[in-house]
T-cell receptor, first 116, second 109 residues
Framework: GAVVSQHPSWVICKSGTSVKIECRSL??????MFWYRQFPKQSLMLMAT?????????EQGVEKDKFLINHASLTLSTLTVTSAHPEDSSFYIC????????????FGPGTRLTVL | LAKTTQPISMDSYEGQEVNITCSHN???????ITWYQQFPSQGPRFIIQ???TKVTNEVASLFIPADRKSSTLSLPRVSLSDTAVYYC??????????FGSGTQLTVLP
């Protein structure tokens, strides 16, 4: 199947700093990518839909000014957590789908963010 | 978005066949059914996808009845490394997926 990568795989930062997470589709182009967040022992929660060349669509309750999403190319979407706080510590996962037929979503390996 | 219901947990022994059933009563005409496997601290891994009837690949089979209101993931001869959370999702192409609670499968020696 298609491969989606994320970078970094883990990051530790101080409270108040910003962190950027990259999501790349390695062998296919994706006009749409999705960002999820997962807390320990919980399921994945959709945060936003990243659309290439346009603004992201955020789920209810997700602050768009805090979680900045940029989808500048068909293979790269970035999530920037601005002014991070300890409650933002979580596992962030992106997904992308091949735009063929069923558009099966493939997920990245995730990024563990720890805010001190 | 269709809601899915799965058992919270299941136990099995090595070498057994495991069947995990998911109900999705409100599935829409253009929705596909997709199953993912997730290990701790990893992103979900695609297992299998189907629309109707039966689909089989090298790791699993997916059974979908005619009314498509449920589906069953079948894992043949599980091993300890199959211990994971399994998610059933329904959705249309290019649409976001809504994750339910998933099924924690524990394979015992």
């Amino acid at each position: 199947g298609a491969v989606v990568s994320q970078h970094p795989s883990w990051v530790i930062c101080k409270s108040g700093t910003s962190v950027k997470i990259e999501c790349r589709s390695l062998d296919f182009q994706a006009t749409t990518m999705f960002w999820y967040r997962q807390f320990p022992k919980q399921s994945l929660m959709l945060m936003a839909t990243s659309n290439e060349g346009s603004k992201a669509t955020y789920e209810q309750g997700v602050e768009k000014d805090k979680f900045l999403i940029n989808h500048a190319s068909l293979t790269l979407s970035t999530l920037t957590v601005t002014s991070a706080h300890p409650e933002d510590s979580s596992f962030y996962i992106c997904s992308a789908g091949e735009t063929t037929g069923t558009d099966t979503q493939y997920f990245g390996p995730g990024t563990r963010l720890t805010v001190l | 978005l269709a809601k899915t219901t799965q058992p919270i947990s299941m136990d099995s022994y090595e070498g057994q066949e495991v069947n995990i059933t998911c109900s999705h009563n409100n599935i829409a005409t253009n929705d596909y059914i997709t199953w993912y496997q997730q290990f701790p601290s990893q992103g979900p891994r695609f297992i299998i996808q189907g629309y109707k009837t039966k689909v089989t690949n090298e790791v699993a089979s997916l059974f979908i009845p005619a009314d498509r209101k449920s589906s069953t993931l079948s894992l043949p001869r599980v091993s300890l490394s199959d211990t994971a959370v399994y998610y059933c999702l329904v959705g249309a192409p290019a649409r976001q997926l809504t994750f339910g609670s998933g099924t924690q499968l524990t394979v015992l020696p």
